[in-house]
């Protein structure tokens, strides 16, 4: 029976949350998970948590590529949080924005008139299309080191492209795209009035953790799947001190 002829799918789809926590990342992870775990309760989504590189050759954020195509043999349809985000209201489904014929559904930050998709929180569903534009993606060696890495080669392949990295025909592939509201990756370099999903892109790690703190420590939302949840929000302010002795010896390092 061909592709073309199979009866439509009648059971949902397989779903997961997918992030790779490795490194220093892995300490967000140890702040976010319950909220991880609630969203994936709601949702009825499995979490994957990678916690090892999948090519060590490469910065950390390229593993993002080969992690997304593994998992994409496994479920019909992922969510891709960086370690390095924060769902601040897990009772919003972000699938059910994404049309169920669209392949890929990501926010576009616009600077300066330069349209910038972000790969930190993306939804991704299994077609042939996606794993083609992953594969590519990771074709594109030039890029290892840009300051964008996996993003970069994402940008270039999707067609969004970026000046001063674009080579002079690059290997666009057609996806059926959906840009979802800024609110799903709100970055602080990007003001958003409705922020569902917190992303600390950019920001060093030290100022990540206390930021993600002080969100899980007064918003009464998350603080109470906390509590449901069996975690002592105390537990969360011993954090502080070990950030702040980690900001001041890192500081030390580079006087
Ligand atoms: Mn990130």
């Known amino acids: 029976?061909?592709?073309?002829?199979?009866?439509?799918?009648?059971?949902p789809p397989k779903r997961a949350v997918v992030t790779l926590a490795w490194g220093r990342h892995a300490e967000y992870l140890e702040l976010t998970l319950?909220?991880?775990?609630?969203?994936?309760?709601?949702?009825?989504?499995?979490?994957?948590?990678?916690?090892s590189l999948l090519d060590t050759r490469r910065p950390a954020a390229w593993s993002k590529i080969p992690l997304l195509l593994r998992e994409?043999?496994?479920?019909?349809?992922?969510l891709w949080l960086d370690a390095d985000t924060l769902i601040l209201d897990p009772s919003r489904s972000i699938f059910d924005e994404v049309h169920e014929t669209a392949e890929l559904g990501w926010v576009v930050h616009n600077f300066e008139g330069q349209p910038f998709p972000n790969s930190g929180v993306m939804v991704l569903r299994a077609t042939?299309?996606?794993?083609?534009?992953?594969?590519?993606?990771?074709?594109q060696e030039d890029l290892i080191d840009s300051p964008w890495?996996?993003?970069?080669?994402?940008?270039?392949?999707?067609?969004?492209g970026i000046p001063g990295l674009e080579p002079e025909s690059p290997p666009v592939r057609s996806i059926k795209e959906v840009c979802l509201e800024s609110g799903w990756n709100a970055i602080r370099h990007y003001p958003t009035n409705d922020p569902i999903i917190?992303?600390?892109?950019?920001?060093?790690?030290e100022l990540r953790m206390v930021?993600?703190?002080?969100?899980?420590?007064?918003?009464?939302?998350?603080?109470?799947?906390?509590?449901?949840?069996?975690?002592?929000?105390?537990?969360?302010?011993?954090?502080i001190p070990r950030v702040f002795e980690s900001a001041i010896s890192t500081n030390r390092e580079t006087l």
Do not use: K
């Not at 319950?34 to 916690?51: K, S």
């Not at 042939?128 to 074709?139: K, S």
């Open 34 to 51: 319950p909220i991880l775990q609630e969203y994936c309760e709601i949702h009825t989504c499995d979490l994957v948590v990678e916690t």
């Open 149 to 160: 890495w996996d993003n970069a080669a994402l940008m270039r392949v999707t067609g969004y």
């Open 198 to 205: 917190r992303h600390y892109a950019g920001d060093r790690h």
């Open 1 to 11: 029976m061909t592709e073309e002829h199979s009866p439509p799918r009648v059971s």
């Open 72 to 78: 994409l043999r496994r479920y019909d349809e992922i």
């Open 211 to 239: 930021l993600m703190l002080e969100v899980l420590m007064l918003n009464s939302g998350l603080t109470s799947i906390l509590q449901r949840r069996g975690y002592v929000i105390e537990s969360f302010a011993a954090w």
């Open 128 to 139: 042939p299309a996606v794993r083609e534009v992953l594969e590519i993606a990771y074709l």
